[in-house]
């Protein structure tokens, strides 16, 4: 049996033998600098496929990526700026973003039977 460490008891080297130490939880401060980088990282990989986009000279997908690294820059900084707690919103934003992903699929759905029935979009 190996020797005991003065102060330790014996049952909490059982349970801790294969544990990682934790760090202490994160400031708010720390938060919101790791919110910001993070959402900066994202922004600038927008960017470059806005800048793809534009290099392949496809407008519509220049316009896209370009609309969205700014749209995550601004919200990115944002966040980063405010010292409120915005985990109430949360929940809401989650659901809102869910139901334009479900409206998006409806109407890609609803845009293909149209063109079926449409009889301009079949070439016979």
Request: charged letters at 15%.
């Amino acid at each position: 049996m190996a020797a005991q460490q003065p102060g330790i008891k014996r049952t909490d080297l059982q349970q801790h033998d294969l544990s990682i130490p934790l760090r202490p939880p994160m400031t708010r401060d720390a938060a919101g600098t790791l919110l910001g980088q993070t959402m900066g990282l994202v922004a600038v990989t927008a960017g470059l496929f806005a800048v793809g986009a534009h290099l392949d000279r496809n407008q519509a997908a220049w316009q896209a990526g370009g609309a969205k690294a700014l749209f995550i820059a601004g919200f990115g900084a944002a966040g980063y700026a405010t010292r409120r707690d915005l985990s109430a919103l949360a929940r809401i934003l989650v659901w809102a973003l869910i139901g334009l992903v479900l409206f998006g699929i409806v109407m890609d759905i609803l845009n293909v039977f149209l063109l079926l029935l449409s009889p301009f979009g079949r070439e016979d």
